[in-house]
């Protein structure tokens, strides 16, 4: 996966210099278990629903949101293609990336809010100060 964010390389390196040394100086993964071995995909979920959990956040929230959020944020903030995103994810389908860009009530509601405001704010004003 490319590292699309200019600040993604130098945490990497860091880690990879500094952190990793101390963890397991001889092994040849990234994010290694005490013993040298890739962690488990259970253990990551189990390890991320217990953060969940302790900082009060919803039992919908799993570590595929960050998959979710990812991908959301390379398309909203970004303005990323959707063929590279696609191909960043390994989707075989656009449909599946597509499903991404859905969005959601909380934010449809916070930008019509935010619209909402602006025009009020607009329409109030002295006829003065709106020309």
Do not use: C
Not at 25 to 42: D, H, Q, R, Y
Not at 93 to 112: F, K, M
């Amino acid at each position: 996966m490319l590292t699309v964010f200019d600040w993604s390389p130098a945490v990497l390196e860091t880690w990879i210099r500094s952190g990793l040394p101390w963890l397991a100086p001889a092994v040849s993964e990234i994010f290694p278990t005490a013993n040298g071995l890739p962690v488990p995909k259970s253990n990551l979920h189990r390890r991320f629903r217990d953060y969940i959990d302790e900082l009060g956040y919803p039992p919908g929230l799993d570590i595929h949101s960050l998959r979710r959020s990812y991908v959301t944020h390379l398309f909203e903030h970004f303005g990323f293609d959707h063929t590279f995103v696609q191909r960043q994810v390994g989707h075989e389908h656009a449909s599946t990336t597509s499903l991404y860009t859905l969005v959601s009530s909380d934010y449809q509601t916070s930008e019509l809010n935010r619209v909402l405001e602006d025009m009020i704010e607009k329409a109030v004003r002295p006829k003065e100060e709106r020309e």
